[in-house]
């Protein structure tokens, strides 16, 4: 039996992620480069919220700016890879029959969320893609859950990129930090989580908003960190690891995360 295509949870960052020589943007294109070339990638994303499950199916998905303010390049950027309407429905087929009604969207682009680190990660935008959404009002749990009914998916070569953020405060962001400056508050959430993923210790990584340090002031709402709980969910065995850490604008922490 071959090995899973893999489990790749990133902090997207902001969206100039896509422009900036910044670590973070280098060791996503690095890890691009490496990968194996998946049948298809699935990304759960952040920046799509819905009450229940909804599965991006859309054939050519535009690409959304979700963002307002930043340089007029991120605005002419386009990632064009293809939908994956028939992964979609796989996936969709697998959530509904785990207890998790999901239903297809074949209208929603993908958001910078989804497209930005593909765009690192896939630069030819040769490699089918589709988004999974987000609820953050049903928690953790829930999204390991679907995760979890996701994995089968990972068998037949299809990829699981969650991506959010290990630390989302914005408001506590510095617009101008020096490259490599970062808050110890954020790297004490950061490293919190760290040490809680390499124990694959669940329970407290559930339990993150009373356990971590400041948890409330780096994660004000939980939806950036819902991903991580997807790629837990959609592990196999074994413990994951941390293959990237950095940060942008002081408290925005960059960490990416490999599961097995």
Same mark, same amino acid.
């Given at each position: ?26 060791? !996503? ?91 690192? !990660? ?139």
């Amino acid at each position: 039996m071959s090995a899973p295509s893999p489990v790749l949870f990133v902090s997207h960052g902001a969206p100039t992620l896509a422009i900036a020589d910044v670590p973070a943007r280098r060791f !996503l294109a690095d890890y691009g480069a490496r990968m194996p070339r998946p049948a298809a990638i699935a990304v759960v994303s952040a920046h799509w919220e819905t009450p229940r499950p909804r599965i991006g199916s859309a054939t050519e998905p535009s690409t959304i700016y979700d963002f307002g303010g930043f340089p007029e390049e991120l605005y002419r950027l386009r990632h064009d890879a293809p939908g994956a309407p028939d992964w979609a429905a796989e996936a969709t087929a697998a959530l509904t029959a785990g207890g998790l009604p999901a239903e297809m969207d074949e209208r929603r682009g993908r958001d910078h969320g989804a497209w930005v680190p593909l765009m690192l !990660l896939d630069p030819a935008a040769r490699i089918p893609a589709f988004q999974v959404s987000v609820q953050p009002h049903l928690g953790p749990a829930h999204m390991e859950r679907v995760g979890h009914l996701l994995a089968p998916l990972r068998r037949k070569g299809v990829m699981i990129l969650a991506s959010g953020s290990i630390t989302h405060n914005l408001r506590a962001l510095h617009w101008n930090a020096a490259d490599g400056e970062e808050d110890e508050s954020a790297r004490a959430f950061a490293d919190w989580i760290d040490d809680a993923v390499a124990r694959d210790d669940r329970a407290a990584l559930r339990d993150y908003r009373r356990r971590a340090p400041d948890a409330a002031f780096h994660h004000p709402t939980e939806e950036h960190l819902l991903p991580l709980f997807a790629a837990l969910g959609a592990a196999e065995a074994g413990k994951g690891r941390r293959v990237h850490a950095s940060a942008t604008f002081g408290n925005l922490a960059m960490d990416a995360y490999e599961f097995p």
